[in-house]
């Protein structure tokens, strides 16, 4: 599965832009996609796992209430559609397919579960 993220580029604090994540290669798409984003310094933190065969959510306590993970299964694609933007969520943004070795439940907010990362979409909010 190849994945492609997209949707990024320069916001306000408070715009609420929608992140995409399109998987090729799959007639079936992933178990389970997950957002992750990283700010320079910093490791990859989670932020949003979505999984698709039922349609539960996960979030980062960061995010709750403002970012919201969709899914759209004809399309293959996954959305993250984050609202009230703060400075502090300027990162790259990746997502990543979750490789159900293990529960989803307890395992999505950990990076190394996903594999075939797509190349990552920049997320910059001024305030």
């Known amino acids: 599965v190849q994945l492609q993220a997209s949707g990024g580029g320069s916001a306000q604090a408070g715009d609420s832009p929608r992140l995409s994540c399109a998987a090729y290669?799959?007639?079936?798409?992933?178990?389970?996609i997950g957002w992750f984003r990283q700010a320079p310094g910093n490791e990859r933190e989670r932020v949003s796992c979505?999984?698709?065969?039922?349609?539960?959510?996960y979030y980062a306590d960061s995010v709750k209430g403002r970012f919201t993970i969709s899914r759209d299964n004809a399309k293959n694609t996954v959305y993250l559609q984050m609202n009230s933007l703060k400075p502090e969520d300027t990162a790259v943004y990746y997502c990543?397919?979750?490789?159900?070795?293990?529960?989803?439940?307890?395992?999505?907010?950990?990076?190394?579960?996903?594999?075939?990362w797509g190349q990552g979409t920049l997320v910059t909010v001024s305030s």
């Open positions: 290669g799959s007639s079936s798409g992933p178990d389970a």
């Open positions: 990543g397919k979750h490789s159900g070795a293990t529960p989803i439940l307890s395992s999505w907010p950990d990076y190394r579960m996903y594999t075939d």
């Open positions: 979505i999984n698709n065969k039922n349609g539960r959510t």
